[in-house]
T-cell receptor, first 115, second 114 residues
């Protein structure tokens, strides 16, 4: 079974600075998807960024980018120019390409933005 | 596109009572998922529907839990004989055949069992 681990329960960053959230995962599959989801307080979860395992190029979405290290099974999220609206719980998630349709989530990292 | 909706948003019930939650997915999405999220944890998968067929069930889904998706549209999740350990946020998500990797989440139903 696949597992996802986020070792940072909480992180904080100054507004306009850069922060990196860590995620590691365990799988025996060679093809899969990895995601970062954002869950603001009392609001619904939204997708931040997606990475396909077969792609060597790291995904980017505006101020959000990932560092995908397949051999190390590491998938970190970098947020540049942090904004107050980035404050949220961030979840790393794994999904198989074939078979199981479910997302497997990590425990989450609570990100605080200091003005 | 009105997004995924869930009803009710909050439910308080006494131990031993039955509760039912509803999820309305995005209209063109044929895949629907239920997750459970306890405080301070990531969501855990419960079950998955493709159209009206329930194709996956987690071992977390005990015999007190049942989910349906009649006609492949909305879905209901029923918990019978609720226990205090059932207190959690129940999340629904949907996706389409064309973008199966992208699941859109609803706001959740927060269940409190007293």
């Amino acid at each position: 079974a696949q597992t996802v681990t986020q070792s940072q329960p909480e992180m904080s960053v100054q507004e306009a600075e850069t922060v990196t959230l860590s995620c590691t995962y365990d799988t025996s599959e060679s093809d899969y998807y990895l995601f970062w989801y954002k869950q603001p307080p009392s609001r619904q979860m939204i997708l931040v960024i997606r990475q396909e395992a077969y792609k060597q190029q790291n995904a980017t979405e505006n101020r959000f980018s990932v560092n995908f290290q397949k051999a190390a099974k590491s998938f970190s999220l970098k947020i540049s120019d942090s904004q107050l609206g980035d404050a949220a719980m961030y979840f790393c998630a794994y999904r198989s390409v074939q078979g199981a349709q479910k997302l497997v989530f990590g425990q989450g990292t609570r990100l605080t933005i200091n003005p | 596109d009105t997004g995924v909706s869930q009803d009710p948003r909050h439910k308080i019930t006494k131990r031993g009572q039955n509760v039912t939650f509803r999820c309305d997915p995005i209209s063109e999405h044929n895949r629907l998922y239920w997750y459970r999220q306890t405080l301070g944890q990531g969501p855990e998968f419960l079950t998955y529907f493709q159209n009206e067929a329930q194709l996956e069930k987690s071992r977390l889904l005990s015999d007190r839990f049942s989910a349906e998706r009649p006609k492949g549209s909305f879905s209901t999740l029923e918990i019978q004989r609720t226990e205090q350990g059932d207190s959690a946020m129940y999340l629904c998500a949907s996706s389409s055949t064309w973008t199966p990797y992208e699941q859109y989440f609803g706001p959740g139903t927060r269940l409190t069992v007293t």
